[in-house]
């Protein structure tokens, strides 16, 4: 059974900094797919950042120059490291990955960004 457990949100002042962890059980973050998604309040939930295929890293446009995603040194960790928060970050993350054709997500940590 694939679990996968999000931490490391919390609140946070405008211009400050978070890491997100992930650990996964029954999956290996370091052979699929990895992403960080975003849902604010009454909104969609969005892709913040992604490592797909061959490493190749995505990240939304906002996050662009602020945020960094990351495998950690065990097969099962990832990162988001997200620095100069602004208001507009605020929102539910989660962590994501896919295997064996199917989608995995977590449970999501709360991020809050006051101005």
């Known amino acids: 059974q694939v679990q996968l457990v999000e931490s490391g949100g919390g609140l946070v002042q405008a211009g400050g900094s978070l890491r997100l962890s992930c650990v996964a059980s029954?999956?290996?973050?370091?052979?699929?797919?990895i992403g960080w998604y975003r849902q604010a309040p009454g909104k969609q939930r969005e892709m913040v950042a992604l490592?797909?295929?061959?490493?190749?890293?995505h990240y939304a446009d906002s996050a662009k120059g602020r945020f960094t995603i990351s495998r950690g040194n065990a097969e099962n960790t990832m990162y988001l490291q997200m620095n100069n928060l602004k208001p507009e970050d605020t929102g539910v993350y989660y962590c994501?990955?896919?295997?064996?054709?199917?989608?995995?997500w977590g449970q999501g940590t709360q991020v809050t960004v006051s101005s």
């Open positions: 994501w990955t896919t295997g064996w054709g199917r989608q995995y």
């Open positions: 029954g999956i290996k973050f370091s052979i699929n797919p």
């Open positions: 490592i797909g295929s061959g490493d190749s890293t």
